[in-house]
């Protein structure tokens, strides 16, 4: 089993619209919030079950975090500046959304 490595920094930087994850295997991501949002792992965005995708209304360019909460030692609960905030971005999530950022 590969063990998933685990993230020593989230940076949320507000006037670059990205979130910096750097992790103990020293790979370093940026997120911009836009990605963060439209690739929300809620229900909302991602639908019940195995069906398609709902619709969504564009994420503005200028959307932004407007706080983050610790789930356990698991994931990070983001909350966006159109009031969204019910997803939660496991580590894992966020080293592939970094990976495919990159």
Do not use: C
């Not at 020593?8 to 991501?29: G, H, I, P, Y």
């Not at 894992?92 to 495919?100: F, W, Y």
Request: charged share 30%; hydrophobic share 35%.
């Amino acid at each position: 089993m590969t063990v998933m490595p685990w993230p020593t920094e989230l940076k949320f930087q507000r006037s670059n619209r990205v979130l910096r994850v750097s992790f103990e295997d020293d790979a370093r991501f940026d997120i911009p919030f836009r990605r963060l949002r439209e690739e929300s792992p809620s229900a909302e965005v991602r639908g019940h079950g195995a069906g398609p995708r709902p619709p969504q209304p564009p994420v503005p360019e200028d959307i932004q975090v407007v706080k983050a909460d610790p789930v356990g030692r698991y994931a990070v609960r983001i909350h966006f500046s159109d009031g969204h905030s019910s997803g939660l971005y496991t580590w894992k999530l966020l080293r592939e959304l970094g990976e495919t950022a990159a």
